[in-house]
């Protein structure tokens, strides 16, 4: 669309859009990203997968701080599989109507995806920053299973993080990696994914069912709400429980 542009993402193969800088009417922005697991394994419950997406959207909508928001959408599954449904958009031209179904196939490019989804964020926070926009960040991964098909490494994930804070590119990020499963190895190796990869914080949604993702969906929501609400105040929102 023509109030989008594609980006890169430093020096890697990485792309993203993003809304173009003169569309924007505010002045400062949180930069959402949400980045779902549509692998194989997920398919007994991509349509709840689906239905959480979209009552998040929904309901940041309501937010009082809903015109500060910018959400990006992106799937993952096998390397070079990652599916932008949409890039970092305003709030408000986003319909959930236009959403497809979630199709599940492939592998899980978890590294892939979480570098795709902070190299992005910073980007784009940069180019905001310097066009004097006050800017922060919150990226959601919700994942089922294990890392098993990624070009990237949790090293390079750890190092987007480490030199973003040096060079101050964004006001605070969350990155919250999430556990859609009731399996203790899983949620065991996500943890150490998290830890060696720099991230701030997992959470365990146990067994999927219709009721703990709608959890999930409320608490992915008011944690927007909470980081877009600490915006000006030089640190992250403190962390909710879900």
Same mark, same amino acid.
């Given at each position: 669309?023509?109030?989008?542009?594609?980006?890169?993402?430093?020096?890697?193969?990485?792309?993203?859009?993003?809304?173009?800088?003169?569309?924007?009417?505010?002045?400062?922005?949180?930069?959402?990203?949400?980045?779902?697991?549509?692998? !194989? !394994?997920?398919?007994?419950?991509?349509?709840?997968?689906?239905?959480?997406?979209?009552?998040?959207?929904?309901?940041?909508?309501?937010?009082?701080?809903?015109?500060?928001?910018?959400?990006?959408?992106?799937? $993952?599954?096998?390397?070079?599989?990652?599916?932008?449904?949409?890039? $970092?958009?305003?709030?408000?031209?986003?319909?959930?109507?236009?959403?497809?179904?979630?199709?599940?196939?492939?592998?899980?490019?978890?590294?892939?995806?979480?570098?795709?989804?902070?190299?992005?964020?910073?980007?784009?926070?940069?180019?905001?920053?310097?066009?004097?926009?006050?800017?922060?960040?919150?990226? $959601?991964?919700?994942?089922?299973?294990?890392?098993?098909?990624?070009?990237?490494?949790?090293?390079?994930?750890?190092?987007?993080?480490?030199?973003?804070?040096?060079?101050?590119?964004?006001? !605070?990020?969350?990155?919250?990696?999430?556990?859609?499963?009731?399996?203790?190895?899983?949620?065991?190796?996500?943890?150490? $994914?998290?830890?060696?990869?720099?991230?701030?914080?997992?959470?365990?949604?146990?067994?999927?069912?219709?009721?703990?993702?709608?959890?999930?969906?409320?608490?992915?929501?008011?944690?927007?709400?909470?980081?877009?609400? !600490?915006?000006?105040?030089?640190?992250?929102?403190?962390?909710?429980?879900?």
């Amino acid at each position: 669309m023509d109030e989008m542009e594609s980006l890169n993402i430093g020096a890697s193969n990485f792309s993203f859009s993003a809304t173009k800088i003169d569309e924007l009417g505010a002045t400062e922005y949180t930069l959402v990203s949400i980045v779902v697991d549509k692998s !194989s !394994s997920v398919s007994p419950f991509a349509d709840l997968l689906l239905k959480m997406v979209k009552t998040i959207i929904e309901s940041c909508k309501k937010s009082p701080r809903a015109e500060n928001l910018m959400i990006r959408l992106l799937y $993952f599954s096998s390397k070079n599989q990652l599916e932008e449904v949409h890039g $970092f958009k305003l709030l408000n031209s986003i319909n959930t109507d236009d959403y497809k179904d979630i199709r599940p196939c492939g592998c899980t490019a978890l590294v892939d995806a979480s570098f795709s989804a902070i190299g992005s964020t910073l980007t784009y926070a940069k180019n905001l920053i310097d066009q004097d926009f006050d800017v922060n960040g919150i990226i $959601f991964i919700p994942t089922d299973g294990e890392e098993n098909n990624s070009t990237m490494t949790m090293s390079s994930i750890q190092k987007q993080i480490a030199d973003s804070r040096k060079q101050e590119n964004i006001e !605070s990020l969350q990155t919250i990696l999430i556990g859609l499963t009731d399996d203790g190895n899983i949620s065991t190796y996500l943890q150490r $994914f998290k830890d060696e990869a720099g991230l701030d914080e997992y959470i365990d949604v146990g067994e999927v069912t219709e009721k703990s993702l709608a959890k999930l969906a409320n608490f992915v929501s008011q944690s927007i709400s909470s980081q877009s609400q !600490s915006l000006g105040s030089g640190s992250a929102s403190q962390p909710l429980t879900i």
